[in-house]
């Protein structure tokens, strides 16, 4: 059975950094694509960040760019979220997910596994 778990969440304030990890297991960890997401209260869960399979292609929204940073290591069956500059807007839930390379990376239905989410706060 596929898992995703994430972890590295917390309060942080504005300008801070985060570091969320997510832990996979259940499957090939190196075949699939790696992305983060995230949902504020109220809002629809929206694409962060893209790493694919081999780590080769990374996407990011254009509201993170230049501050965050998606990694993966395939030792380690584990995928990352460096978020540095926070702001306020930050603020979510953030989930991890993974899926099959496609052409979509940007989309929920991408991905066929999800994580149970951490929650990031920015304080201002």
């Known amino acids: 059975q596929v898992q995703l778990v994430e972890s590295g969440g917390g309060l942080v304030q504005a300008g801070g950094s985060l570091r969320l990890s997510c832990a996979a297991s259940?499957?090939?960890?190196?075949?699939?694509?790696m992305g983060w997401f995230r949902q504020a209260p109220g809002k629809e869960r929206e694409f962060v960040a893209v790493i694919s399979w081999s780590g080769g292609i990374r996407a990011y929204a254009d509201s993170v760019k230049g501050r965050f940073t998606i990694s993966r290591d395939n030792t380690k069956n584990t995928a990352y979220l460096q978020m540095n500059s926070l702001k306020p807007e930050d603020t979510a839930v953030y989930y991890c997910?993974?899926?099959?390379?496609?052409?979509?990376?940007?989309?929920?239905?991408?991905?066929?596994?999800w994580g149970q989410g951490t929650q990031v706060t920015v304080s201002s």
């Open positions: 997910a993974q899926g099959p390379p496609g052409l979509n990376p940007r989309q929920t239905t991408h991905y066929d596994y």
């Open positions: 259940g499957r090939t960890f190196s075949t699939y694509d």
